[in-house]
């Protein structure tokens, strides 16, 4: 199982980017999905979920209307788009895949497979 998440670097306040996470191995395409990060020095933060098909999906709070995620079935691979970044958003993100369906968990043990994560840095 891998899931390889890119588009990460370093953008100023106020801009955008959006992340890919490509899989192989299991299934995606019958898999609940979901972003995660962790800025340094914090907890662990739940950001956004999406279910198998793509039409059901949850974002956290503190990026709703900011973030967007969404699924291509036929590529294996899942985005977050993200705009109007600030320098809270500033943290390493991870794909993963939740044990439960609808997850909104911010607790690693709740996630069955992750990538290595990708670095988004917002700052002037």
């Known amino acids: 199982v891998q899931l390889q998440a890119s588009g990460g670097g370093l953008v100023q306040p106020g801009g955008s980017l959006t992340l890919s996470c490509a899989t192989s191995?299991?299934?995606?395409?019958?898999?609940?999905m979901s972003w995660v990060r962790q800025a340094p020095g914090k907890a662990m933060e739940w950001i956004s979920t999406?279910?198998?098909?793509?039409?059901?999906?949850y974002v956290s709070d503190a990026v709703q209307g900011r973030f967007t995620i969404s699924r291509d079935n036929n590529k294996n691979t899942m985005y977050l788009r993200m705009n109007n970044l600030n320098p809270e958003d500033t943290a390493r993100y991870y794909c993963?895949?939740?044990?439960?369906?609808?997850?909104?968990?911010?607790?690693?043990?709740?996630?069955?497979?992750w990538g290595q994560g990708t670095l988004v840095t917002v700052s002037s």
């Open positions: 999406i279910n198998a098909l793509g039409d059901i999906t």
């Open positions: 993963a895949r939740p044990q439960k369906a609808h997850s909104r968990s911010d607790m690693r043990q709740d996630y069955t497979h």
């Open positions: 191995g299991f299934p995606f395409e019958n898999n609940w």
